[in-house]
């Protein structure tokens, strides 16, 4: 959603503080440092980036630079490990000092922690902080986190506190924490909506009647939108697209008591909301017709056939069948369609790798307009050969007859055995036993008769 560049954005210095103790390492260092480096690419170039940690000590891993520097930081973050003891004062300690330096209208810290923390004195570098007109959120994960440390931090510094279980989330927090303290894409200013394009969710609404809303989201509408609401600065409250057979509304401000408070106690909120959402309904085109489709592989090649009725079981000739092809490196083929009879057609296409998956998108026109639409998939995932598992006669014949072989018809008799059972080995150990206890006697006497 590129924002309009008449709209004055505030500059942000983001200073992200994260954990590397011991107990972060393995998987949780790793998606900490995921979450750093999303955090870094959602920033304007504008902005401002570092990232300090901390285990018993602070630790600059990514020194505040400007936000365009994205190659940098995301080298410097690469180097962050884990070890070492808890202790998040250093290491917030060490962000205050840094954004002291920045001239960014907005100041915000991220904590990152996942356990219990020494030292003390957090009040007070809290309080210093926010008197020097910065924010803290902090997120604590894991069971071993101090909810109610972190809970205190983020209230006194402004900001939000999150908690998670699920450290795969954590890239995504950041993320979000980021978007929400830049405020890059709010616009807070009390304004009137101005009338453009006429749609079916303004009918019986004159510009008279619309009433004040407190903010929104800055867009810009896409090229073929309709656009009919629009801000002071010209930017899209309520814009209207059309998408194959689909319809989609967007309205940039909200429902609710923070930018709405007028709209909600408007006579004409019901009116408007309901006469929107009917206008974005399905209408049915599609409901007098009826496809039906079959997919056949062969040879190397799968053929598609399309069925084409309406509801009542006729042919429907006039309607155009559309196939195309979405190959597994992105790129879309147009299948042509050929007549096969009437309502009937088909299109073909080589299966060019075994394993890979095909999409098809099937649509269905009448003078010039889409009035269906439907995807089909398919894989073959091995080899025709390996289909039939039944045995085929021809071709062992074959197989035979080039070899030089012969076929025998009776496949039991290539099981009856001729000639010479094979020799097996037998076991000595008892006869050789029985002679070591018939010659012990005889040793031992004959040892005594020549002593």
Known sequence: MPIKKNIEKPNLSLMLVIDKSGSMGGHKIGLAKEAAIASAEVLKDHDRFGVVAFDGRAEWISPITSAADRTSIQNNIARLSAGGGTNIYPGLHEAYKALLEEDSKIRH??????????????????????AEGMTLSTIGIGDGADQ?????????????????NDFSSIPQIFTRETMRASKAMIVEEPFVPTVGTPTDGLKGVSDEDIPFLMGYTATQA??????????????????????????????????????????????????????????????????????????????????????????????????????????????????????????????????????????????????????????????????????????????????????????????????????????????????????????????????????
């Open 109 to 130: 810290v991220i904590l990152l922690s996942d356990g219990q923390t020494q030292g003390s004195g957090y009040d007070t570098l809290v309080g210093h902080l926010t």
């Open 148 to 164: 109610e440390f972190l809970q205190r931090l983020s209230s006194q510094g402004g900001g939000e506190a999150y908690f998670t």
């Open 222 to 451: 896409k090229q073929r939108a309709e656009v009919a609401l629009l801000s002071d600065y010209g930017d899209p409250i309520l814009a209207t697209w059309n998408y194959g057979l689909g319809r989609s509304a967007a309205f940039t401000s909200d429902a609710k008591a923070r930018w709405a408070s007028d709209w909600i106690s408007w006579e004409g909120f019901g009116k408007f909301w309901g006469q929107l959402v009917r206008s974005v309904m399905n209408t049915g085109t599609s409901s007098d017709l009826q496809t039906m489709s079959r997919i056949e592989v062969k040879g190397g090649k799968a053929k598609i056939y399309q069925d084409v009725r309406d509801r009542s079981g006729s042919f429907r000739s006039d309607v155009t069948p559309k196939i195309t092809l979405m190959k597994p490196n992105g790129e879309r083929e147009e299948l042509p369609s050929a007549a096969q009879g009437p309502g009937l057609f088909s299109a073909e296409f080589p299966i060019e790798k075994y394993g890979e998956a095909h999409h098809l998108v099937l649509s269905y026109e009448l003078d010039g307009q889409v009035i269906s639409m439907k995807t089909l998939s398919l894989t073959e995932s091995y080899s025709p050969e390996y289909a039939e598992l039944l045995p085929d006669p021809a071709a062992l014949t074959r197989i035979a007859k080039d070899t030089g072989g012969s076929e025998n018809a009776v496949a039991t008799a290539d099981f009856t055995f001729q000639g010479d059972p094979a020799e097996a080995p037998q076991d000595t150990f008892w006869w050789w036993l029985l002679a070591a206890l018939i010659l012990l006697p005889l040793d031992i006497a004959l040892r005594r008769l020549g002593a």
